[in-house]
């Protein structure tokens, strides 16, 4: 089971975006998103494909259906710029995405 | 707030064993609904998942891994552990802690060690 991401996506400030992570029936399991700054341990952003920790900025939302989840940032600021992760568990094993880089021009 | 914390050897030989330390603070690691998890990250590399465990004694392991790993919990000094068995220099990598958590039937790694950053070379 494998799941494919974007390499890389370009938002200007202030704009949406959207990375995506598709995988086969992804929508049938959980999504989890993660964020990493270079030099930093990653950190939950999306869990339960929609839900959003205590602390993270409301513009992150999530969403998972079919084949795809989703994550989307409102309004995104020069701070959001990072590698962004899904990953996801079939019971057995937890699987991560290879990764979006984000950047913010 | 739960923190974790990695300690390893940072050089390691070439076919010697690798052995990680995570002390767990702000959490128990014989939680009900949480799991301890590694994962590391090669350089340039995505997350890659290792291993994750239940103080009941249920654990899951990388398919990729799991002939060369082993994960154990220590309660008495809240720590968790791996194991790694015949190293290469593609086992050169930033191990992190996590934990794993379970709540409702759900799984995601909430909160994360800064990572202990190991090198396989001779």
């Known amino acids: 089971y494998e799941l494919t991401q974007t390499p890389s996506v370009s938002v200007s400030p202030g704009q949406t975006v959207t990375i995506t992570c598709s995988g086969d029936?992804?929508?049938?399991?959980?999504a989890t998103w993660y964020q990493q700054k270079p030099g930093q341990s990653p950190v939950m952003v999306i869990y339960?494909?929609?839900k959003r920790p205590s602390g993270i900025p409301e513009r992150f939302s999530g969403s998972n259906s079919g084949e795809t989840a989703t994550l989307t940032i409102s309004g995104t600021q020069a701070m959001d710029e990072g590698d962004y992760y899904c990953q996801t568990w079939d019971g057995t094993t937890a699987l991560f995405g290879g990764g979006t880089t984000l950047t913010v021009l | 707030q739960v923190q974790l914390q990695e300690s390893g050897p940072g050089l390691v030989k070439p076919s010697e064993t690798l052995s990680l330390t995570c002390t767990v603070s702000?959490?128990?690691?014989?939680?009900?609904?949480?799991?301890w998890g590694w994962i590391r990250q090669s350089p340039g590399k995505p997350l890659e998942w290792i291993a994750s465990m239940h103080y009941g004694g249920s654990t899951y392991y990388s398919p990729s891994l799991r002939s060369r790993i082993t994960i154990s919990l220590d309660t008495s000094k809240n720590q968790v552990s791996l194991t790694l068995k015949s190293v290469t220099a593609a086992d050169t990598a930033l191990y992190f802690c996590?934990?794993?958590?379970?709540?409702?039937?759900?799984?995601?790694?909430?909160?994360w060690g800064r990572g202990a950053l190991v090198t396989v070379s001779s």
């Open positions: 339960q494909d929609k």
């Open positions: 702000g959490a128990s690691v014989n939680s009900r609904s949480s799991y």
């Open positions: 029936k992804l929508g049938h399991k959980y």
């Open positions: 996590a934990r794993d958590n379970r709540d409702g039937g759900t799984q995601q790694f909430d909160f």
